[in-house]
């Protein structure tokens, strides 16, 4: 199956998703952008990351049918901009969910570890958030769950990546802890306390990452391999806050400014600095051209925090003007980060000296 | 240009990194053989796990890395195998010491 227009349909998730996000933040934007304003978060989290996370694994397979995952959760993202019965579109979410959810168990059934299994669990939440979207639960409602989907499939991969570090089996019985303590917590996730233990395990599962990951050694090289870095370990600062928001205003009150906060921390701050540092490695992978490194991959990245930041200013202050100013400047920095990877495809890789010829 | 011995087909190999490391795929330990017989170089190589999507993009580098040294038109195999699984213990030292393993 063709990748480039699975890819595609991705990113008419992230711009329209994005285009709703602002107009929920009173910003004028195109009638395909307001008319999705209540589907924001789906349009973000199946649309999007669903999309890219469910072609990512299809390639690292190679199976013809783990390509249905990113192309069903692709055409639920076209019914639901279509207008199609919130069912329609959601039932096809959670059918990208479930194929991700095998091509999962598949990479689970060749290799038996904990961070395969962590990648399952990821998976699993994505299906079962989108299957209590389709059963008509709110949308706010099913964010832990979509929250944990992409936690843990980046929590599994990080894990992988940490066996590189000295090995440790402590290490390992914390990660299977709270691993355990947030994927347990998530059918509570609506009572008052099951939310706070559920936030809890983020907080230590962000302060388990920035022990374990390799970034912090990684930070010392140079070029792509510290910029990757740097996304991870000021990623997991967003992860860590967010969570302590959650655990601050007990709990994920809908229509609060803490709800914003927390919610934008992580699935922005945290999710969105993994993607920007790892586009460079994975785009090349799927769509097999270079995107060859440069030091101006850091400037999206910086208004990536300092527009977040903003953004929480606002939250804190309850000064609306400042949050929706952040939420633009989020925007521009996904913007940002998109034509600074398109730039650096355009320009090509560096020529090399040519061997000579012998 | 003469066929590379194995060494200098190593020594090519070395040139490929994984990003997210900043290490070379031979120094990972990823790369599990090397032969090179009269008219062609056969490598077997490993990603860290089957969930590795840069699997594909790393193999076309160290076919072209090899590609570099061999005469042209050698043909060049590099197999992506998963027998044995990879494990941390394969990394070189020098990969062990930058991750901080006790020496």
């Known amino acids: ?358 | 240009m003469n066929m590379p011995d194995e060494s200098a087909v190593r020594d090519a190999l070395c040139t490929v990194d994984d990003p997210e490391a900043g290490m070379s795929i031979v120094a990972l330990g990823l790369v599990y053989n090397i032969a090179v017989t009269d008219d062609a170089v056969n490598v077997d190589m490993t990603m860290t796990t089957p969930a590795c999507p840069v699997a594909d993009s790393l193999v076309e580098q160290s076919k072209a890395a090899i590609a570099a040294i061999s005469p042209p038109g050698t043909p060049v195999n590099v197999n992506l195998v998963w027998e044995p699984i990879w494990n941390p213990s394969m990394m070189s030292g020098v990969a062990k010491e930058f991750f901080g393993w006790p020496g």
């Open chain 1, 1 to 358: 199956m063709q990748r480039v227009p699975l890819l595609m349909l991705g990113f008419v998730a992230l711009f329209i998703g994005a285009g709703a996000g602002l107009a929920r933040l009173a910003w004028p934007m195109p009638a395909v952008a307001a008319g999705a304003a209540a589907l924001h978060g789906p349009l973000m989290v199946c649309g999007f990351f669903g999309v890219v996370i469910a072609l990512e694994r299809a390639v690292a397979l190679a199976r013809w049918w783990a390509y249905l995952g990113p192309f069903a959760a692709g055409l639920g993202t076209v019914l639901a901009l279509a207008g199609a019965p919130q069912l329609a579109a959601a039932g096809l979410y959670v059918l990208g969910g479930l194929v991700l959810l095998a091509a999962s168990l598949d990479v689970f059934r060749r290799q038996r570890a904990l961070f395969t299994f962590t990648l399952v669990l990821g998976a699993l939440a994505w299906v079962l958030g989108a299957a209590l979207w389709a059963a008509g639960w709110p949308v706010h409602r099913v964010v832990p769950w979509w929250m944990a989907f992409l936690v843990l499939t980046i929590a599994g991969e990080r894990l992988e990546l940490s066996r590189f570090m000295p090995p440790s089996p402590a290490a390992t019985r914390v990660f299977a802890a709270l691993l355990a303590l947030i994927v347990l917590s998530l059918p509570l996730a609506h009572t008052a306390w099951g939310i706070l233990v559920f936030a809890a395990g983020l907080l230590a599962l962000a302060l388990w990452l920035v022990k374990q990951d390799i970034a912090r050694r990684t930070v010392r090289a140079k070029g792509l391999t510290r910029f990757v870095a740097v996304c991870l370990l000021s990623g997991y600062f967003w992860l860590a806050l967010g969570a302590s928001v959650m655990l601050g205003a007990q709990g994920l009150h809908p229509g609060s400014a803490a709800y914003d906060a927390a919610l934008h921390a992580i699935m922005l701050g945290f999710v969105f600095a993994m993607v920007f540092g790892h586009a460079p490695i994975i785009f090349p992978a799927v769509l097999r051209v270079p995107v060859p490194y440069h030091a101006w991959f850091y400037g999206p990245l910086a208004l990536l925090h300092g527009s977040l930041l903003v953004r929480l200013a606002g939250d804190v202050s309850g000064n609306f003007a400042l949050t929706r100013l952040g939420g633009a400047l989020n925007a521009l920095a996904l913007l940002a980060f998109i034509l600074s990877t398109v730039t650096a495809v355009l320009m090509g890789t560096p020529a090399l000296p040519k061997a000579s010829k012998t």
